[in-house]
């Protein structure tokens, strides 16, 4: 099965800063990765598609690269609204993993 | 497109859980189902999927001999049912909708999600 490993587990910011949050795969999985936020009590929402395509009504801010192994996900300029956690997803093959997640805290 | 689950459920170990997904919105037969499970305070864990045209299942390695996915498409429902069910099992277990990429030949990702049941096991 292929691993993802997300870093940072923790990340806390302020309002209006860059972040950057990283996810490996074991293996290659081309461009064939999804970044979700998830807020308590509710369903993980798509934010980024096939590493960097952004979903319809997702704000600019995010950003998503990568391809291979190697994948980031950014937010430009945070909002109060982005703290949440997210997680990376692999969809290379038959079976999905997902990243461990990162929580994204306001400092 | 909506994804309307079930309501939360409260088991005895040892028992068994089946989970409702309602499809709408959508033609149901044109995107598998996928079923993800996430535990109290934990991340996401993908447990299998359906082709609600063809009935065909793949389930994650470990869930495989105790999960049961299965569709009734005359009613646009998918089910998740988990048997043997011990106290870490205990979770928030969501659908999703995915669609197959013909040309690609691989499957696209989550883009829309049930709100989620709660499972509770406890003695």
């Known amino acids: 099965d292929i691993q993802m490993t997300q870093s940072p587990s923790t990340l806390s910011a302020f309002v209006g800063d860059r972040v950057t949050i990283t996810c490996r795969a074991s293996q290659s999985i081309r461009s064939w990765l999804a970044w979700y936020q998830q807020k308590p009590g509710k369903a993980p929402k798509l934010l980024i598609f096939?590493?960097?395509s952004l979903e319809n009504g997702v704000p600019s801010r995010f950003s998503g690269s990568g391809s291979g192994t190697e994948f980031t996900l950014t937010i430009s300029s945070l909002q109060p609204d982005d703290f949440a956690t997210y997680y990376c997803q692999q969809y290379n093959s038959y079976s999905y993993t997902f990243g461990q997640g990162t929580k994204l805290e306001i400092k | 497109v909506q994804l309307v689950q079930s309501g939360a459920e409260v088991k005895k170990p040892g028992a068994s859980v089946k989970v409702s997904c309602k499809a709408s919105?959508?033609?149901?037969?044109?995107?598998?189902i996928h079923w993800v499970r996430q535990a109290p305070g934990q991340g996401l864990e993908w447990m299998g999927w359906i082709n609600p045209n063809s009935g065909v299942t793949n389930y994650a390695q470990k869930f495989q001999g105790r999960v049961t996915l299965t569709r009734d498409t005359s009613i646009n429902t998918a089910y998740m049912e988990l048997s043997r069910l011990r106290s870490d099992d205990t979770a928030v277990f969501y659908c999703?909708?995915?669609?197959?990429?013909?040309?690609?030949?691989?499957?696209?990702?989550?883009?829309?999600w049930g709100q989620g049941t709660l499972v509770t096991v406890s003695s």
């Open positions: 096939k590493a960097s």
């Open positions: 919105g959508y033609t149901f037969t044109g995107y598998y």
């Open positions: 999703a909708r995915v669609y197959w990429n013909y040309e690609e030949g691989t499957f696209e990702e989550f883009d829309f």
